[in-house]
């Protein structure tokens, strides 16, 4: 019965032991802080030192045996520590450590954003100045529209006026030169008339004198006188 029992006791103890070396087996062990531990050759106190695992050391658990771990150091060293030296948290130090690096990278972020963010205003800006100039050259193009808009029609009012007034010469010019045709044909009507006028007062004063000079040329009978 007492050897059963003791054994009972060995058994739950190793079990005890095991459970967290099982564990950290699989996920490793920090140095305790403060803790500067030698690493030995094999797993007692008197055995030849190899290395030293200082503390904060993050130590791969290679294998375990009663109080001790084999252990591989940061720096590729391997050997056995005591389990009373380490811890599965984090130590402060290097919780410490990793938020200032968490800060750096964060103020590091802020600062290319920062960055960024002042080349996107400056884009921006720049983006707004040729807008604005864009604008001004829509609103300049339109002005010129309106203008030139505004010029073709009193041009096309002025062409249809122009077009209106050749159309009116163009018909006066062709009455001008009737009436002109129709006023040579008149004086020449009235020259023709005027010529056979005076050629016919002509041949009567011919007629006349011719008749005149025969009546006096011919003799006077005798008869009675009064």
Not at 114 to 133: D, H, P, T
Request: with cysteine; proline share 3%.
């Amino acid at each position: 019965m007492m050897n059963a029992a003791k054994a009972a006791t060995v058994l739950a103890c190793l079990l005890f032991i095991g459970a967290p070396l099982q564990h950290a087996l699989a996920a490793g062990l920090y140095v305790r802080e403060g803790a500067n531990v030698p690493v030995r050759e094999a797993p007692y106190d008197n055995a030849r030192i190899t290395g030293m695992a200082t503390q904060s050391d993050y130590l791969e658990i290679l294998e375990g045996k009663g109080e001790w771990l084999r252990i591989k150091t940061p720096k590729g060293e391997e050997g056995w520590v005591p389990n009373r030296y380490l811890t599965r948290q984090m130590p402060k130090t290097l919780v410490v450590d990793q938020l200032n690096e968490k800060i750096k990278s964060l103020t590091q972020e802020n600062l290319a954003l920062q960055e960024e963010n002042a080349q996107l205003q400056k884009e921006n800006r720049e983006r707004s100045y040729r807008i604005s100039g864009v604008s001004k050259e829509v609103e300049e193009a339109r002005k010129q529209y309106e203008t030139l808009k505004l010029e073709s029609s009193q041009y096309l009012d002025l062409k249809n006026r122009y077009l209106t007034l050749q159309a009116q010469y163009k018909d006066m010019s062709q009455k001008l030169d009737q009436a002109t045709r129709e006023n040579n044909k008149l004086k020449t009507s009235e020259r023709i008339i005027f010529t056979l006028v005076g050629g016919a007062f002509i041949v009567m004063g011919i007629v006349i004198g011719t008749l005149l000079q025969v009546m006096r040329s011919k003799p006077k009978k005798g008869g009675y006188k009064f």
